[in-house]
Every structure is written in structure tokens, then in C-alpha cells.
């Protein structure tokens, strides 16, 4: 099953501009964890953010969290060409160990 | 090793056959999880291991897909019988701890392809 419903589905902006991803879910979680994939092939963690955080940064990328509507949501500021991929969010629930991710959002940057 | 490392990273497979898959995680780490990527798609939890145990196998979609893991290290994922519905990209994943609270490292993934 999926966890995730990610928006929008694809994303196309030009280089410079920021790009904005969003992720909801409908459990409660423990964490919630952005991954990058290119080329349909091995995902890259990017960031984690833990149930009782609100914001995190690390260099470009923004992630937030509301627990209260159980939403995400991804932010990479100045994108580069080379940030055109695929981004899903995951979340980790109860003692599973498991992570369920979402269904991704293309996202396309124009030189 | 320093990354996840699968094998083959492509197979092609004629229907009804038996395929293998393998999945050689990071050292040292004790969880490590198979999903199944259908071209476009999310990623499907197939099972996850702990050490050489499977809490939860919930993902298998049948009783053609089978798993081990020896040793606490090398996993195997076997399809017997493939199907075409079962071409997709299979990824392993392994972290340090139950629960991934550093997140996953995943290798680059087996493409099957059955014809």
C-alpha cells in the first residue's frame, strides 16, 4: 500500500527558479524522509525530518513537516539543471522498520 | 563494502523461468529491505530483514517471490516461474538500524525484463 500521495506529479521550471514538492500521508509517523532517484534506478537519501520537528534545511533544500494535516512538503531554492530527477517522500511508521513511499514527482529543470 | 551492490543489473528472462537476485548490503548493517519499481511508478515494500530474520514479508505479492539472507549479509531474492507482470526494477536497500534513522542506502537496482 501507499503511504505517500505526492503533488504535483511533474514539475517543470526553469533554472534559477525554485521548485516546490509536496507529500501527504495518512498515518502517524515517526519520520519522514525525502529521497532523490535519477534515471529510474538507485534513490539517494536527502533529508529526514523526526515527528516533533517542524523545519529542517540542509544547503538548498527546505524540508517542513505539519503533523496536524499530515502533509510535507520540499523546497529547492536556485535549482540547477543537474537537480532535474525524481523525488519521493517516505515516512517510517511504528516498529516496522519499513519506510512506504509515495508515487514521486518528475521534476524537470530548464537550463 | 563501501556502497549496496546488486547483481545482475540487468537480466532478461524468458516466461516461466527462475531468476535470482542478489543484494550485497553496506557492512556492517544489520536491516535491509527489497522493494519493486514498476517502470513510473513508487517503490512497493516488498520484505524487510533483520539480521538473518524477516519480521515482515507482507510485500511478497505471491508464492513465486522468496528471500533469504545468510551470514547477516548477502541477501537473495528469488523469482520462480516469472511472470511478465513481474518485469520491473528491483532495489535493495540496507541501514544501520531497525527503524532507518539515518535513512537508507540503496544500490542501483536489477532491471528484469521477462519475455
Known amino acids: 500500500s501507499q503511504q505517500g500521495e505526492e503533488d504535483p506529479q511533474a514539475l517543470s521550471i526553469q533554472e534559477g527558479e525554485n521548485a516546490t514538492m509536496n507529500c501527504s500521508y495518512k498515518?502517524?509517523?515517526?519520520?519522514l524522509q525525502w529521497y532523490r532517484q535519477n534515471s529510474g534506478r538507485g534513490l539517494v537519501h536527502l533529508i529526514l525530518?523526526?515527528?516533533?520537528?517542524r523545519e529542517k534545511h540542509s544547503g538548498r533544500l527546505r524540508v517542513t513537516l505539519d503533523t496536524s494535516k499530515k502533509s510535507s512538503s520540499l523546497l529547492i531554492t536556485a535549482s540547477r539543471a543537474a537537480d532535474t530527477a525524481s523525488y519521493f517522500c517516505?515516512?517510517?511508521?511504528?516498529?516496522?522498520?519499513?519506510?512506504?513511499f509515495g508515487q514521486g514527482t518528475t521534476l524537470q529543470v530548464k537550463p | 563494502g563501501a556502497g549496496v551492490s546488486q547483481s545482475p543489473s540487468n537480466k532478461v528472462t524468458e516466461k516461466g523461468k527462475d531468476v535470482e537476485l542478489r543484494c550485497d548490503p553496506i557492512s556492517g548493517h544489520t536491516a535491509l529491505y527489497w522493494y519493486r519499481q514498476s517502470l513510473g511508478q513508487g517503490l512497493e515494500f516488498l520484505i524487510y530483514f533483520q539480521g538473518n530474520s524477516a519480521p515482515d514479508k507482507s510485500g511478497l505479492p505471491s508464492d513465486r517471490f522468496s528471500a533469504e539472507r545468510t551470514g547477516g549479509s548477502v541477501s537473495t531474492l528469488t523469482i520462480q516461474r516469472t511472470q511478465q507482470e513481474d518485469s520491473a526494477v528491483y532495489l535493495c536497500a540496507s541501514s544501520s538500524s531497525q527503524g532507518a534513522p539515518l535513512g537508507y542506502t540503496f544500490g542501483s537496482g536489477t532491471r528484469l525484463t521477462v519475455v
Open positions: 525530518i523526526r515527528s516533533n520537528e
Open positions: 498515518t502517524s509517523i515517526n519520520n
Open positions: 517516505a515516512t517510517l511508521s511504528g516498529n516496522t522498520g519499513k519506510l512506504i
